[in-house]
């Protein structure tokens, strides 16, 4: 089932939106369209993709005004042909004007964010490999860029630094230029002050690093940068003690090989922080 955003926190993101595109309303619309002016407009795909942001979308209509009808005749996750109509919008002319940048950014990056995941998602199919997102999104949007992931098929990464242990490169050098130089018992004994229900995850950057790892009980090792040779050989000597995630330099041309090496999880920061916001337009009919 596809969990979506809470209502409350659409309505916090589009209101911030409205408040730095129309601080004080839309001057050209307001001093050129008659106020009684009504009219229809269709939300319409320039090229093919998977859809994802239709509540956001309405929402910045109806919290423009809510005499704004907004129908999408496409659901979210749903893929699409170019030239699809997704949604149909009506309502006074004014206001479907003022709403149309803020409602076209949302579901024009969102929609670009699950198409692309969907392009990765199709890439590993028939390989045990699960594809996820990082930490690596736009400040403030995470909470509707991720729900895009998952529009693609993706899914997400910890959501913020408060939810799970991850153990990266920076923080293992940090206990080795303080003295902490046996990871394993720093580890193990970073694992009696969590909780017994956090997940610890470690990431490794060379495969001498994986045994001192797994003996201190982690649940899942980040293989860094491996080459696909690396990681069929980690995989190997890792033998389904814990969860494997490949992570670095992932590109939809090389992720197919990545999940062939049998790994478990594999992170594309690129599925947020490098994509290309979908072609949608509004059109007035």
Not at 216 to 241: C, K, P
Request: charged share 20%; glycine share 8%; with cysteine.
């Amino acid at each position: 089932m596809l969990i979506r955003p809470g209502t409350e926190a659409i309505q916090r993101l589009v209101r911030i939106a409205q408040e730095e595109d129309a601080p004080w309303g839309d001057l050209t619309s307001q001093s050129l369209i008659s106020a009684s002016a009504r009219v229809s407009a269709r939300l319409v795909a320039r090229e093919p993709g998977v859809l994802s942001g239709e509540d956001v979308f309405a929402a910045a209509m109806s919290l423009t005004d809510s005499a704004i009808d907004t129908r999408f005749h496409l659901h979210d996750a749903e893929s699409f042909p170019a030239g699809a109509v997704l949604a149909t919008v009506d309502g006074p002319a004014q206001a479907i004007l003022q709403a149309e940048r803020v409602a076209l950014n949302f579901v024009q990056r969102m929609s670009g964010i699950a198409t692309q995941t969907a392009q990765y998602v199709t890439a590993v199919a028939g390989t045990r490999a699960r594809i996820v997102d990082t930490r690596k999104t736009t400040p403030g949007l995470r909470l509707i860029e991720r729900y895009a992931v998952r529009c693609g098929g993706g899914h997400n990464h910890r959501y913020s630094l408060s939810d799970a242990v991850m153990v990266k490169d920076n923080h293992l050098a940090i206990l080795a230029a303080t003295g902490a130089v046996n990871v394993t018992e720093a580890l193990q004994s970073m694992r009696t002050r969590l909780s017994h229900t956090t997940h610890v995850e470690v990431e490794v950057d060379r495969p001498e690093q994986i045994e001192a790892v797994l003996a201190a009980g982690v649940d899942t090792i980040l293989l860094d940068n491996f080459t696909t040779a690396q990681l069929s050989s980690a995989v190997a000597e890792i033998a389904g003690r814990v969860l494997v995630e490949a992570s670095g330099g992932v590109t939809l041309a090389g992720i197919r090989e990545i999940a062939e090496t049998g790994v478990d999880i594999i992170s594309v920061g690129a599925l947020t922080h490098n994509i290309r916001s979908l072609d949608l337009g509004l059109d007035i009919v």
